[in-house]
């Protein structure tokens, strides 16, 4: 006797699984692409998403004049970030853990 349901239960739960986990990881790549283009059109390009305190970060960076970023710029993009950390949220994550 087989424990768990029917193999064809099992195939398609593991299906919507991943297909879940598709969805969530595109969104995180849609969210660290349009946060890095954001910051490329101030020049900045050595900011690490990857960090945990980018956000914090966010109130140290200057732009190439050694002015801050413009508070609408800088409230997108912990917007951003925001929705990055939820997209990272995925309970059945493999490998690394989110930054």
Known sequence: ?????????????????????QTLVGEQTRLVDRIKAILARFGIRSFRLSLRNAADRLMAIRVAEGTPLPDNTRAELHRLL???????????????PPA
Request: charged residues 45%; hydrophobic residues 15%.
């Open 1 to 21: 006797m087989q424990y768990g349901g029917d193999p064809d239960t099992r195939r398609r739960g593991r299906a919507a699984a991943d297909r879940e986990r």
């Open 82 to 96: 925001e929705r990055r950390s939820g997209a990272c949220a995925d309970p059945h994550h493999r490998g690394r």
